[in-house]
């Protein structure tokens, strides 16, 4: 199975600032990304998706797409504690119905 | 945005028994459905896919004996785990791809924890 890495974390970062989540992915065929979010016990909800190589900003949230370096990032701006969460990150390809998903990164945002 | 349904939230059942998961998609049609498995602190795994009208299609390692899917409708899809032991509660999380069609986003249920004592 292709894979998707991500940092696990807990990535901590104070209130108010920017986190930085990061995956990188291994089949260069992968053309659609998506960032999900995850609370406790809950289910994955989409944040962000892209397809195409740049920057997509919506509202406090910025995803970044490298298809040349395989890797896809999502910046949070402004981190509230309610961005606390578990972010995974998927990927599919182009004639599959597959969607892979990354191990997650916890973020933690300290008040 | 698309809904999808899932029931029921959560359940306990005694090991050997079977249990039902049922998935809905609200105000679309879905014919083509994903069943995940989710452990603790672990990422979703995809356990079958399944289609309207067809036989689902089993992840590698998958029993299809064991967990049956069936896709009778366009707009509901169940999962039985049969046999149910210890080993087999998780967070089980059905989605479906919306209008966008495959390459776009998955829309999920609300998922359902079982736990077999």
């Known amino acids: 199975q292709k894979e998707v890495e991500q940092n696990s974390g807990p990535l901590s970062v104070p209130e108010g600032a920017i986190a930085s989540l990061n995956c990188t992915y291994s089949d260069r065929g992968s053309q659609s990304f998506f960032w999900y979010r995850q609370y406790s016990g809950k289910s994955p909800e989409l944040i962000m998706s892209i397809y195409s190589n740049g920057d997509k900003e919506d509202g406090r949230f910025t995803a970044q797409l490298n298809k040349a370096s395989q890797y896809v990032s999502l910046l949070i701006r402004d981190s509230q504690p309610s961005d606390s969460a578990t972010y995974l990150c998927?990927?599919?390809?182009?004639?599959?119905?597959?969607?892979?998903f990354g191990t997650g990164t916890r973020l933690k945002v300290l008040a | 945005g698309a809904v999808v349904s899932q029931h029921p939230s959560w359940v306990i059942c005694k090991s050997g028994t079977s249990v039902k998961i049922e998935c809905r998609s609200l105000d679309f049609q879905a014919t083509t459905m994903f069943w995940y498995r989710q452990f603790p602190k672990q990422s979703l795994m995809l356990m079958a896919t399944?289609?309207?009208?067809?036989?689902?299609?089993?992840e590698q390692g998958v029993e299809k004996d064991k967990f049956l899917i069936n896709h009778a409708s366009l707009t509901l899809s169940t999962l039985t785990v049969t046999s149910a032991h210890p080993e087999d509660s998780s967070f089980y999380i059905c989605?479906?791809?919306?209008?966008?069609?495959?390459?776009?986003?998955?829309?999920f249920g609300e998922g359902s924890r079982l736990t077999v004592l």
């Open positions: 399944s289609n309207e009208g067809s036989k689902a299609t089993y």
């Open positions: 989605s479906a791809p919306g209008l966008a069609g495959v390459n776009g986003e998955l829309f």
């Open positions: 998927a990927w599919t390809t182009s004639g599959t119905y597959k969607y892979i």
